[in-house]
């Protein structure tokens, strides 16, 4: 298995471009989520989806977008990218009744210019 | 106050010395307790679940102390691959599957 997968690894953007983080995992994980890692804030929860077609919020989903229409895939997009926005986005995905062990990818760091 | 609480270090330690790490959480309803550990420029990883009646992995401790709202983790015979930072999480709610987590606590093990 792969486990959790991003892409790209790093990137740079101007203000007002949007794009596209990618992550797939292949453990049949019906809990997917973002969250973003800031020096001095810890990680926080963007959005997250417990199964393919339902996704909801988390502390931070103001400038992103998701959408679950498979398992494996959660992608999130940024619509209007903002400095504000230059972090490092972590995916992780969990299988339900497992102790909610999350399986974290190994991140996407954005930086906007 | 904010919902999980950490010291943010960094704790300094000799090889071999033991060291303790507490964080406290504002949720009384919380539910499930970890300690995830984190690598310079990587990804968290579980370290471990935090039980009720405490528990213990190799050279790691954790403890749960829900009359007082704080978890521990200790570390003996620290060792150099030790370094690293450590992240208290904590979910709040039955059913529940959204994580909250501290800012972490930065661990240097120096030879």
């Known amino acids: 298995n792969a486990g959790v997968t991003q892409t790209p690894k790093f990137q740079v953007l101007k203000t007002g471009q949007s794009m596209t983080l990618q992550c797939a995992q292949d453990?049949?994980?019906?809990?997917m989520s973002w969250y973003r890692q800031d020096p001095g804030m810890g990680l926080r929860l963007i959005h997250y989806?417990?199964?393919?077609?339902?996704?909801d919020q988390g502390e931070v989903p103001n400038g992103y977008n998701v959408s679950r229409s498979t398992t494996e895939d959660f992608p999130l997009r940024l619509l209007s990218a903002a400095p504000s926005q230059t972090s490092v986005y972590f995916c992780?995905?969990?299988?339900?009744?497992?102790?909610?062990?999350?399986?974290f990818g190994p991140g996407t760091r954005l930086t906007v210019l | 106050r904010k919902e999980v609480e950490q010291d943010p270090g960094p704790f300094n330690v000799p090889e071999g010395a033991t060291v303790a790490f507490n964080c406290t959480y504002s949720?009384?309803?919380?539910?499930?307790f970890f300690w995830y550990r984190q690598d310079c420029r990587k990804e968290p990883k579980l370290l471990m679940s935090?039980?009720?009646s405490g528990n213990e992995d190799g050279r790691f401790t954790a403890q749960l102390n829900r009359a007082s709202q704080y978890i521990s983790l200790l570390i003996r015979d620290s060792k150099l691959s030790d370094s690293a930072t450590y992240l208290c999480?904590?979910?709040?709610?039955?059913?529940?599957?959204?994580?909250?987590f501290g800012k972490g606590t930065k661990l240097s093990v120096i030879p």
């Open positions: 999480v904590v979910i709040s709610g039955a059913g529940s599957y959204q994580l909250t």
């Open positions: 935090v039980y009720s």
């Open positions: 992780a995905s969990s299988p339900f009744g497992r102790n909610n062990e999350q399986f």
């Open positions: 949720n009384s309803a919380s539910q499930s």
């Open positions: 989806s417990v199964g393919a077609g339902i996704t």
């Open positions: 453990m049949n994980h019906e809990y």
